[in-house]
């Protein structure tokens, strides 16, 4: 088994190519990886399919990304708040795809434990279920989702070992535990690293064997 990798944030943000498809861990930005962030803002990368839970603001977050032109398509719930978002999908520079925040969490969570989809009654005879699949179980209509997979998850964590187990504080925990099991390569930013052990195994709330690459986040 590979061992979690510490690495700057300029390295991690090395991971992301072009055309890939990433998500990004956060509640309008709140338990986002910044520093990581801002260093794939700097590479330059392009075309991008970003998973996230919304589309958090202009000067934060995955919006300094779409303020860089760097996401082709964006899965979110939610993009209310981030009018870059309404700019670039109306002069089609940006597709755009909305899916209800628990059936989101869902597809992600189905890709980390290797489910071949979920159903859920959520968009059933609403635009949602355009193009997909409906079956009926015990009488009732749902929606076949598909699974949602990255080649890199972005979170961020509050503190890690140095074998790269998670734990995370507060609300930053969001989408990240769920994110981490549904990529090729995850990476975690964290705001302290300590030695093997020194987390307690109480309080591992994400398992080293997820977690490819540290970054410790600059004061």
């Known amino acids: 088994m590979a061992k979690t990798q510490i690495v700057s944030a300029k390295e991690a943000a090395a991971c992301v190519k072009d055309g890939m498809t990433i998500m990004l861990g956060g509640f309008m930005a709140n338990g986002t990886a910044e520093s990581i962030v801002d ?34 398509h964006l899965i979110a719930s939610f993009v209310g708040l981030n009018k870059i978002v309404a700019e670039l999908t109306n002069s089609n520079q940006l597709e755009l795809t909305l899916v209800p925040q628990g059936t989101l969490a869902e597809r992600i969570r ?5 489910l071949g989809a979920v159903v859920t009654p959520t968009g059933v005879n609403t635009p949602i279920e355009e193009g997909k699949e409906k079956i009926t179980i015990d009488g009732k209509e749902y929606l076949l989702e598909m699974p949602l ?67 410790k986040k600059e004061a």
């Open 39 to 72: 260093e794939i803002v700097a590479s330059g990368v392009k075309d991008l399919t970003v998973i996230c839970n919304d589309s958090a603001f202009p000067d934060v977050g995955i919006g300094k990304m779409l303020a860089a032109g760097q996401i082709k």
């Open 149 to 215: 997979k990255a080649d890199v998850a972005i979170c961020q964590g509050y503190v890690a070992d140095e074998t790269g187990n998670i734990r995370y504080r507060g609300s930053t925990r969001n989408f990240n535990p769920t994110m981490a099991t549904a990529a090729d390569i995850t990476i975690f930013e964290v705001e302290e690293i300590k030695e093997a052990g020194g987390i307690g195994p109480d309080f591992v709330e994400t398992p080293h064997i997820y977690v490819d690459y540290l970054v």
């Open 110 to 114: 189905a890709a980390g434990a290797g």
